[in-house]
């Protein structure tokens, strides 16, 4: 599958329980695309519902920190108006532990897999609640020094 054939199935949610229906018939979080997995991490908002990834308990965004920038961003909008968010795609490659928790929520709801040995498998949101303090700290690999340099000259 191609990265613009998955952010365009993204587009066919009328809920948010739908939209993560769509990403685990896709095989989220962990997806291959052109031949290259990802993780992947979306965020957004339903007609003011606001949904969003967690890794180990935290929002995806503060666990991924600089490496956000290493990451292809998509934004995405559903059927419905005022619908849709982002979807990024975070090179499985980069992430430097082998087991760890994605959840993808909202308000009351959420669903929860466990990401061990490069294999994502459905938890409850039990589990994950209580695993999530036992897992290991969630590191991925951040942008060289040297890349912050051409950075700073990019932006100036």
Do not use: H
Not at 37 to 60: Q, S, Y
Not at 66 to 89: E, H, Q, W
Request: glycine share 10%.
């Amino acid at each position: 599958m191609k990265v613009e054939g998955f952010v365009a199935s993204l587009r066919n949610a009328e809920t948010i329980g739908e939209l993560f229906k769509i990403l685990q018939e896709k095989g989220a979080p962990i997806v291959e695309l052109d031949g290259q997995r990802f993780l992947i991490v979306v965020e957004g908002d339903f007609e003011g519902r606001k949904f969003w990834t967690e890794i180990n308990g935290e929002k995806a965004n503060q666990a991924l920190g600089d490496a956000m920038l290493n990451s292809s961003s998509f934004p995405f909008k559903c059927k419905r108006p005022y619908t849709g968010g982002n979807v990024i795609f975070v090179n499985f490659d980069d992430i430097e532990v082998d087991d760890f928790l994605v959840a993808y929520r909202e308000e009351g709801y959420g669903v929860f897999y466990r990401v061990k040995g490069g294999k994502a498998e459905e938890i409850t949101a039990e589990e994950y609640e209580k695993l999530k303090t036992e897992m290991p700290e969630f590191k991925i690999k951040s942008m060289s020094e040297e890349q912050m340099d051409m950075m700073g000259a990019f932006f100036g």
